[in-house]
């Protein structure tokens, strides 16, 4: 099963958490103050990974959907 | 397992709820909750939600559905009053008991008053939406606050009411704000910040009294000054709510004692967020944190133990502060810091270190949010303090 991985631009707030949890995945633009979406699709190993950044994200901005 | 008994409708209870779905519970679990809200984010209530006002249903950190969908069941604005770990029974408020076999005690904090001062007229405080919702009522343009404490809760609502266009003040008893949890020259980065923003900080005072009066209350500082306010909010810190389970078995000291997986001394009863204090072998320290991201983490960490893993939880601890402009973010910890170490500090950022015996503990970015997944990494690995600080 593959995931999808979906960033709300207009919620994130730089927290920067999801590049904590998941450095492969996620990034930061610091002067934007935003997160960068590293790879839509990541492959299965980082699903764990992808999944704490979701839930640990304070501003609910990411959305994981299972393809 | 059959009947799970989530106390407290909580951030850390919500995490713990999906934890033992996602783990494979399939049993009864029941939520009680002192509030009528089902459960709700706080820190926009200091924040955004307190600029716009706040409404129940955007705060709501699962949707209504979502708590049929995971089988639970809701006891809203009822307040659990006692437990027998011998019956295993909670007892709530209004005499009904409710069986358990597993049991997550997730009741957060409750706001200390100023009650030590006697009669000092209406004084706001903020934890709850109602509270926020109260609050937000009061803050009209033109009016004067003033905030009683410089902590972050203090300093946020600061913020947000000067952006609303109140004029603001605030006292502190510390001589720089936020310097017990931060060191001085940080904390002095705060004020700075506060007061290029137009917010009058007095730190360094003691509070006399408060006197009130029709139209608003006089503080009394120790050195002299009188402050008029129009309206008062107190940020003077927390206390777990812990105060249902004295004589219950359930062993407190400054909140819910637990052992490295966040088992409580009573079979069959975990504890998650703000009250719960265990030991956490990473910084080979005795905990409790008062913090967002931990009330997730623990909360599911918690699930998992009740459900018979023997896993030790041993986090970084993550939070994040908004004020004005300034957006800090910070890993790990700074207290009983041996080193502080400010690598970089201007008018609208700052990167700063925290080390205690021979490696680094925590780090703090304002406006450099990048730098922390490098920190928090390293926190974890245990990094000596000399390989982080370059000469």
Same mark, same amino acid.
């Given at each position: 099963m593959s995931m999808k991985v979906i960033v709300d631009l207009q919620a994130c707030q730089g927290y920067a958490c999801c590049m904590m949890e998941a450095p492969a995945v996620f990034d930061l633009d610091e002067s934007a103050g935003k997160a960068i979406l590293l790879q839509e699709t990541p492959t299965d190993d980082l699903r764990a990974q992808v999944d704490s950044a979701a839930r640990v994200c304070p501003a609910r901005a990411i959305t994981v959907e299972n393809g | 397992m059959r009947r799970v008994v989530v106390v407290g409708a909580s951030l850390a209870a919500v995490h =713990?709820? %999906? #934890?033992?779905? *996602?783990?494979?519970?399939?049993?009864?679990?029941?939520?009680? @909750? =002192?509030?009528?809200?089902?459960?709700?984010?706080?820190?926009?209530?200091?924040?955004?939600?307190?600029?716009? /006002?706040? %409404?129940?249903?955007?705060?709501?950190?699962?949707?209504?559905?979502?708590?049929? &969908?995971? @089988?639970? %069941?809701?006891?809203? #604005?009822?307040?659990?009053?006692?437990? *027998?770990?011998?019956?295993?029974?909670?007892?709530?408020?209004? #005499? !009904?008991?409710?069986?358990?076999? $597993?049991?997550?005690?997730?009741? $957060?904090?409750?706001?200390?008053?100023?009650? !030590?001062? #006697? &009669?000092?007229?209406?004084?706001?405080?903020?934890?709850? +939406? *109602?509270? =926020?919702?109260?609050?937000? @009522?009061?803050?009209?343009? $033109?009016?004067?606050?003033?905030?009683?404490?410089?902590?972050?809760? @203090?300093?946020? +609502?600061?913020?947000?009411?000067? %952006?609303? /266009?109140l004029d603001v003040s605030v006292v502190e008893l510390a001589p720089v704000p936020l310097t017990r949890v931060l060191g001085d020259e940080v904390g002095q980065w705060f004020r700075t910040h506060q007061e290029a923003h137009g917010v009058q900080l007095h730190c360094g005072s003691v509070l006399d009294g408060i006197d009130p009066g029709a139209g608003g209350s006089k503080i009394r500082l120790h050195n002299g000054t009188v402050l008029s306010a129009d309206l008062v909010v107190a940020g003077v810190g927390v206390t777990p709510a812990t105060g249902w389970l004295e004589g219950s078995g359930v062993r407190l000291a400054d909140g819910v004692v637990c052992d490295k997986s966040l088992r409580t001394s009573v079979p069959g009863v975990v504890a998650a967020g703000d009250v719960t204090r265990w030991y956490n072998a990473l910084f080979d320290e005795e905990m409790r944190v008062e913090q967002w991201t931990n009330a997730v983490e623990q909360g599911r960490h918690a699930a998992a133990s009740l459900l018979g893993a023997d896993e030790a939880y041993t986090p970084v601890p993550y939070f994040w502060s908004d004020q004005f402009n300034a957006k800090m973010r910070f890993v790990g910890r700074a207290n009983a810091a041996e080193q502080v170490h400010v690598e970089r500090m201007d008018d609208t950022s700052m990167v700063a270190l925290f080390g205690r015996d021979g490696v680094l503990r925590g780090a703090l970015c304002v406006n450099a949010a990048r730098r922390l997944a490098q920190y928090s990494r390293a926190i974890r690995d245990q990094v000596p303090w000399g390989d982080v600080v370059e000469p």
């Open positions: - | =713990a709820i %999906e #934890g033992l779905r *996602d783990h494979g519970y399939a049993g009864e679990i029941v939520l009680i @909750g =002192a509030e009528p809200h089902l459960p709700y984010d706080r820190p926009p209530l200091s924040k955004e939600a307190l600029h716009q /006002g706040p %409404e129940v249903d955007k705060v709501h950190l699962r949707a209504p559905e979502w708590y049929a &969908d995971a @089988g639970v %069941e809701l006891r809203l #604005g009822r307040r659990a009053t006692a437990l *027998d770990p011998a019956r295993r029974i909670v007892v709530l408020d209004d #005499g !009904t008991p409710e069986e358990y076999d $597993g049991m997550v005690l997730a009741t $957060g904090s409750t706001p200390k008053t100023l009650s !030590t001062l #006697g &009669d000092v007229g209406p004084v706001n405080i903020l934890r709850t +939406v *109602d509270d =926020a919702v109260a609050l937000h @009522g009061q803050l009209i343009p $033109g009016r004067h606050l003033v905030v009683l404490g410089a902590g972050f809760i @203090g300093l946020e +609502v600061a913020a947000t009411a000067s %952006e609303m /266009g």
